[in-house]
């Protein structure tokens, strides 16, 4: 799929490509030379969520790769950062930040209290600010888009694998999508071959999981954004598919 991220900015004017890398090794986390591969396609800033730690090696990478980002509600003491400012070829600054929801999820800080930390803590001048809330509810994404609708200019959604339909903008001008889905085959479960997981749902014994390789789909969204004020103009889901 790292083929189509050339063809996709240039076609549609892309000036910043983010993307979630947490499960990009083979389906389980991120490797240092994973990480490197996907910057080398194209992709300016990356997020995550709860299985960065999944690869041990990659400890070390993100606490001295700034454009590789972890949910900033980690508490105190783990690698790497939550947060980067990326500065465009044009000389405008994006505030990419990654949270992580908690329903369901590994114990983390409050992402609502550390969102409101983050964003006080931006330099007035950034005025484009992104957030990937990587969480499994689709109620406390939601709820958290409306809680910071207006000051930031996008929540885009992570960790499902599956896309929603409820891409818009909020009444205070932040674009938002409960689930951006994934990048990868979508003849499976979330990504992981059929046959082992239909047998775990039948005999609740443990199974081998298994990425899958049939009918890979690179699933995205696209955000128009005001550089003066930080509102998103419009967003619209974008789908290819093929190798």
């Not at 979330?190 to 239909?198: R, Y």
């Not at 995205?220 to 093929?242: F, L, N, Q």
Request: charged share 20%; aromatic share 6%.
């Amino acid at each position: 799929m790292g083929d189509h991220v050339a063809d996709i900015r240039s076609s549609q004017g892309i000036d910043v490509v983010i993307a979630n890398c947490e499960n990009s090794a083979a389906g389980f986390g991120v490797t240092p030379n994973v990480a490197e591969e996907l910057f080398r396609c194209g992709i300016d800033v990356m997020t995550s969520g709860n299985h960065i730690w999944d690869k041990r090696d990659i400890y070390d990478y993100i606490a001295r790769t700034p454009r590789l980002i972890r949910p900033a509600n980690y508490p105190a003491g783990a690698p790497g950062a939550g947060v980067y400012i990326h500065t465009t070829k044009s000389g405008a600054r994006c505030a990419i930040m990654n949270l992580q929801g908690r329903v369901y999820m590994a114990q983390t800080d409050c992402p609502f209290r550390k969102a409101d930390e983050m964003i006080a803590a931006l330099p007035e001048d950034v005025k484009v600010r992104f957030i990937d809330l990587h969480a499994e509810v689709t109620s406390e994404k939601m709820a958290f888009g409306w809680y910071v609708d207006g000051r930031v200019s996008a929540v885009i959604g992570t960790h499902t694998h599956i896309p929603t339909a409820d891409t818009r903008i909020l009444a205070g001008g932040t674009a938002y999508q409960t689930d951006c889905g994934m990048t990868g085959p979508y003849d499976s479960v979330i990504g992981v071959e059929k046959e082992p997981v239909l047998t775990k749902f039948l005999t609740a014994m443990p199974i081998k999981m298994e990425p899958s390789k049939l009918a890979p789909e690179l699933h995205s969204v696209i955000i128009d954004v005001d550089e003066a004020t930080g509102k998103a103009v419009s967003i619209r889901r974008h789908t290819v598919s093929g190798g």
